[in-house]
């Protein structure tokens, strides 16, 4: 089993649209949880982090973490097509190791 | 403040040579973290120095190995290039607490023929 397990894609909704994009750890002493967006051709650029249970907002974007089921999430509403991309989840343990997992590749149909 | 820059951006090498990567972080950074990105293995973890100490290792082999300055920059080393070696490398940079935003670095491309 990965230590952090993403949503197999490719995921593809119409603009307008609400994306769920899902992601599963493994490691429970994991503290930071964070979601990046990666365009095609481009480094890692963050969008969200969450470290408390529960549901956090920051314009389209709402990150979701459970720790007790060890699941974390990001609902993009109102999707764009600036929004096609690869989304990267990522666990932080205490020891400060971070973890990625393989990225769910959204596109937005027009 | 000025983001990561990663030098050089691209590079060619043969099987059997060596790579020296370079990374310098935002201003104020302390910690830089080293990734590998293939689209075969998503982003694999190499390392992170914090205050010139290697904090956090990844699963892989001794032919990669990294250091950091006392002005927090940081360089990679890889030795003994093999073709599986061809990636993008990608920093990071974070103030240095545990559970800190990271920012990355454009990456560097290597391709190794």
């Known amino acids: 089993q990965k230590e952090v397990e993403q949503n197999s894609g490719p995921l593809s909704v119409p603009e307008g649209a609400i994306a769920s994009l899902n992601c599963t750890y493994s490691d429970r002493v994991s503290q930071s949880f964070f979601w990046y967006r990666q365009y095609s051709g481009k480094s890692p650029e963050l969008i969200m982090s969450i470290y408390s249970n529960g549901d956090k907002e920051d314009g389209r974007f709402t990150a979701q973490l459970n720790k007790a089921s060890q699941y974390v999430s990001l609902l993009i509403r109102d999707s764009q097509p600036s929004d096609s991309a690869t989304y990267l989840c990522a666990v932080n343990t205490n020891a400060g190791k971070s973890t990625f997992g393989d990225g769910t590749t959204l596109t937005v149909k027009p | 403040k000025a983001g990561v820059t990663q030098t050089p951006r691209y590079l060619i090498k043969t099987r059997g040579q060596q790579v020296t990567l370079s990374c310098s972080p935002i201003s104020g950074h302390r910690s830089v973290s080293w990734y590998q990105q293939t689209p075969g293995q998503g982003l694999q973890f190499l390392f992170e120095?914090?205050?010139?100490?290697?904090?956090n290792k990844g699963n892989f082999p001794g032919r990669f190995s990294g250091r950091q300055f006392s002005n927090s920059r940081s360089e990679m080393n890889v030795s003994t290039l093999e073709l599986g070696d061809s990636a993008l490398y990608l920093c990071?940079?974070?103030?240095?607490?545990?559970?800190?935003?990271?920012?990355f670095g454009p990456g560097t491309r290597l391709t190794v023929l």
């Open positions: 120095y914090f205050s010139e100490t290697q904090r």
């Open positions: 990071a940079s974070s103030p240095g607490l545990v559970g800190d935003t990271q920012y």
